[in-house]
């Protein structure tokens, strides 16, 4: 018996890649949330993109630790849950920024499929209009091949990209979702997100959830954070949970990650290593 996807969602998951929506707190309550990142993002800069927030910023660990939105999780992964990767993904309004088409998994050194799940939780309206994900169903049956592009537009790192047959495209399913609502994707669905036509920001918090099975390949030395249930592996070394928001010590932890991910970091006026590095993911 799930927790708190219907076993249909549980079902869809499996045989599309992805389910949404999911409705896993109120829209005031995402309001709040919303309120308090962006009072730090004007005391400290943008949030977009930066490594693991989890590990400096509490509202991010709070989400991250959202008994509705890990129920959904446990539905999908089981009892054991860690999260690997997180980031605010936020597109300004009128910004032509966007997502290429790709999967997931393909640079993550992850070694399995299955056990990984991405939460992508609105805190602003996701709509087509302000340039929420498309995710095709059934792509995550089989790896496609990406090739490398060269788009300042684009958000990926790599600008990783695969060519997605007309047919496809066609049946490409797009995730609107409330404020509050988030979708849960397999790391090998094929997805991508366009432009933010509309007024408002469009922000979402993604994380990458795996079981504590999974190993890395690629990165020596990785982290998690232990969200639920027990780690009876220890692939990953484990994260602190952030006690303030840009606390010294999370902000060391973070840049820390993110150098031996092979992100750049850049060091604020104060000289103390911050967030203010670019995301090292696929
Ligand atoms: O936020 C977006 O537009 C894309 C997010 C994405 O690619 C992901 O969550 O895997």
Request: charged residues 25%; aromatic residues 6%; glycine residues 6%.
């Amino acid at each position: 018996m799930p927790k708190r996807l219907t076993e249909e969602q549980v079902a869809r998951y499996w045989r599309d890649g992805f389910v949404a929506p999911i409705t896993v707190m109120t829209e005031d309550q995402a309001a709040g949330l919303r309120a308090r990142i962006e009072a730090l993002e004007r005391a400290h800069g943008p949030l977009h993109y930066t490594v693991k927030p989890t590990l400096f910023v509490t509202a991010a660990d709070e989400m991250a630790h959202w008994p509705a939105l890990l129920d959904a999780v446990e539905d999908i992964l089981g009892p054991d849950i860690l999260a690997w990767d997180s980031a605010f993904i936020i597109k300004e309004p009128g910004t032509s920024k966007f997502v290429s088409w790709h999967q997931d998994l393909t640079y993550w050194g992850l070694d399995k499929v299955d056990d990984v799940v991405s939460v992508w939780l609105a805190l602003s309206p996701a709509t087509v209009e302000s340039g929420t994900m498309s995710m095709i169903p059934g792509s995550h049956r089989t790896h496609a091949a990406h090739r490398a592009t060269a788009d300042a537009d684009n958000i990926l790192s790599r600008g990783q990209t695969v060519d997605v047959a007309v047919e496809d495209l066609a049946r490409a399913v797009p995730i609107v979702l409330r404020p509050g609502q988030m979708s849960l994707h397999h790391g090998l669905v094929l997805h991508a997100s366009g432009g933010n036509r509309s007024t408002d920001r469009r922000i979402g918090f993604n994380m990458n959830l795996i079981t504590p099975s999974v190993r890395q390949t690629v990165v020596a030395d990785d982290t998690a954070l232990a969200l639920r249930g027990t780690d009876r592996f220890g692939h990953f070394r484990p994260e602190p949970r952030p006690t303030s928001d840009f606390s010294d010590e999370g902000c060391a932890f973070q840049a820390a990650v993110a150098r031996a991910r092979g992100a750049s970091v850049n060091a604020d006026p104060a000289g103390r290593l911050v967030n203010r590095v670019s995301r090292q993911r696929a």
